[in-house]
Nanobody, 124 residues
Framework: QVQLVESGGGSVQAGSSLRLSCVVVSLYTYDSACVAWFRQAPDKVRERVAA???????SYADSVKGRFTISRDNDKNTLYLQMNNLKPEDTDTYYCAADSRYRGTCAAGSIGYWGRGTQVTVSS
């Protein structure tokens, strides 16, 4: 059974940094999967924050460009999100996600696996 286990969330002040990690368990095609971070606040649509494809091509939401960096370690089946210069509007629950398609693009409709989420709270 595929599991995505996030860690690294917390409560910080604006301007601080956090690093989220996500260990992907039992996804034997991890090396060829697109993986991503999404975030969602209550009563809001889930937003894709960043994604990284199997070829290591990455993409970011405009709101986090220049502040967040996504990376992957295929030897450890782990996905990371380095978040710098955090702002109060970054406060959300962050979800790790994996596209179920071979060499997919992490389009929201193609996500086959989700983590349970980790809370990030940024105070001003």
């Amino acid at each position: 059974q595929v599991q995505l286990v996030e860690s690294g969330g917390g409560s910080v002040q604006a301007g601080s940094s956090l690093r989220l990690s996500c260990v992907v368990v039992s996804l034997y095609t991890y090396d060829s999967a697109c993986v991503a971070w999404f975030r969602q606040a209550p009563d809001k649509v889930r937003e894709r924050v960043a994604a990284i494809k199997a070829d290591y091509t990455s993409s970011y939401a405009d709101s986090v460009k220049g502040r967040f960096t996504i990376s992957r370690d295929n030897d450890k089946n782990t996905l990371y999100l380095q978040m710098n210069n955090l702002k109060p509007e970054d406060t959300d629950t962050y979800y790790c996600a994996a596209d179920s398609r071979y060499r997919g693009t992490c389009a929201a409709g193609s996500i086959g696996y989700w983590g349970r989420g980790t809370q990030v709270t940024v105070s001003s």
